[in-house]
């Protein structure tokens, strides 16, 4: 995101902003509290960390509200689970914390079977890496070997930044890529996804699209083609799925072509 507060073209400040808090700014505090720690927020809008954590005191301090819960607030908690304690939440979502505690544990009971929907395999790309398995488990209402089932399918791997957090130790070091893996990934990168290059080369999808990135590799023309086909085929048959299970079926799952 790249809204700081300024105008389109105007001259970043030498240091952080101080005063008045403009709209836009609240917004994204808003928007990224509790999502992001303190730090990257104050970078993010060119303010002092303690400039934005007084600002979401201010913002978050209204009174708590009780009572049923209703689906945008699951929702909504599931979104900061994992990344932030109850007492942050209760805070962001404006519930007591022994409502926001129960709710998370009444969460963890529910474990669901069967394929996952095209939707929770999107979700689970984008949470997997900043979230601890447990966690998974809660947000999606599977078991751990479910979780761990599709991350492996899927070639999945935990951000850096998140294992050097959870661990507490230095930067997190990466298997170097050796010279027959990066010959095959140069020959592969053009036509191939990088689902299947992932699984070919025993990495992350992460790991291979950072890689091809840094080589230079682009997608061939041909393959962009078939991905964009994968693609609308997949958002058919999600919705068909959806249509199905309204009538009683089952959903289909599916990936993103990549």
Request: glycine share 10%.
């Amino acid at each position: 995101m790249a809204v700081r507060g300024l105008n389109w073209g105007e001259e970043r400040p030498a240091g952080p902003r101080r005063g008045r808090w403009s709209q836009v700014e609240v917004a994204v505090l808003k928007d990224l509290f509790g999502l992001r720690d303190l730090k990257a927020i104050a970078r993010e809008l060119n303010r002092s960390e303690e400039s934005v954590r007084r600002k979401a005191e201010e913002l978050f301090r209204g009174t708590s509200r009780s009572g049923p819960w209703t689906v945008q607030e699951v929702e909504r908690l599931k979104r900061y689970l994992g990344l932030n304690g109850p007492e942050v939440i209760a805070r962001i979502l404006g519930r007591p914390r022994e409502e926001v505690e129960r709710q998370i544990f009444a969460l963890g009971r529910i474990q669901r079977d069967g394929e996952w929907t095209r939707k929770e395999v999107q979700q689970f790309r984008r949470v997997y890496g900043t979230r601890r398995d447990e966690d998974l488990c809660v947000i999606f209402g599977r078991s751990l070997r479910s979780v761990r089932a599709l991350a492996e399918r899927l070639c999945l791997a935990k951000d850096k930044a998140f294992l050097k957090r959870e661990r507490g130790d230095g930067a997190t070091r990466m298997p170097r890529w050796r010279t027959e893996e990066l010959e095959l990934l140069r020959r592969l990168y053009p036509t191939t996804s990088n689902l299947e290059i992932a699984r070919q080369l025993d990495r992350s999808v992460k790991s291979v699209v950072s890689k091809a990135h840094h080589l230079g590799l682009k997608k061939a023309a041909e393959r962009l083609e078939e991905m964009g086909r994968e693609n609308v085929s997949l958002r058919y048959r999600g919705r068909r799925a959806g249509h199905e299970s309204r009538k009683g079926g089952a959903p289909e799952g599916g990936e993103p072509a990549s």
